[in-house]
């Protein structure tokens, strides 16, 4: 080894670097590492205040989930591959006037609600209880909306 490698500052480890990104996901939450817990801890809560009805999880469930005309915030696994699966959540969240956001990974996503497996994509019910925290993150993701 020489000199030079064993005095150059090592690169700190981005976890959100390595993780796979599909290219139609955007907002991100990846370059705020904050609102990204923020939404984790909000579908945690959401999970824990409703015993898991607080939630609908898994492309079939949040689709059909949808199409009845259910509200809340859409989270999106940005690892999904392929993503030919989600490809169509963005263009059902806008026509149902849903806010959707992306997360930088799905097992994290599927950690977050409590389950053992990966999930793609996550439907957080609206809940009186969690109002305030719903307004957060929907004014956060109109607020990476407009950064684009």
């Known amino acids: 080894m ?9 690169e ?3 976890y959100d670097r390595e993780l796979y990104r599909c290219p139609i996901s ?6 705020k ?6 939404v984790y801890s909000l579908i945690k809560k959401s999970v824990t205040a409703n015993k898991k009805k607080g939630i609908v999880k898994g492309i079939k ?10 509200k809340g915030i859409l989270v999106l696994g940005a690892d999904a591959s392929p993503y030919d699966v989600v490809s169509h959540f963005p263009v ?5 006037k849903i806010p959707y956001v992306w997360v930088p990974s ?3 996503l599927g950690t977050a609600t409590q389950c053992k497996r990966a999930t793609s994509v996550v439907l957080l019910k609206l809940n009186e209880e969690l109002k305030a925290s719903y307004d957060k993150i929907v ?3 109109e607020d990476l909306n407009l950064e684009e």
């Open 33 to 38: 590492p904050k609102m990204t817990k923020k």
């Open 139 to 141: 004014l956060a993701i």
């Open 12 to 14: 700190e480890y981005d």
């Open 106 to 108: 799905r097992q994290d």
């Open 61 to 70: 469930d949040v689709t059909k989930a949808i199409r009845k005309g259910q």
């Open 2 to 10: 020489s000199q030079d490698e064993q005095t150059a500052p090592k």
């Open 26 to 31: 955007w907002p991100i939450t990846s370059d």
């Open 92 to 96: 059902m969240a806008e026509e149902a």
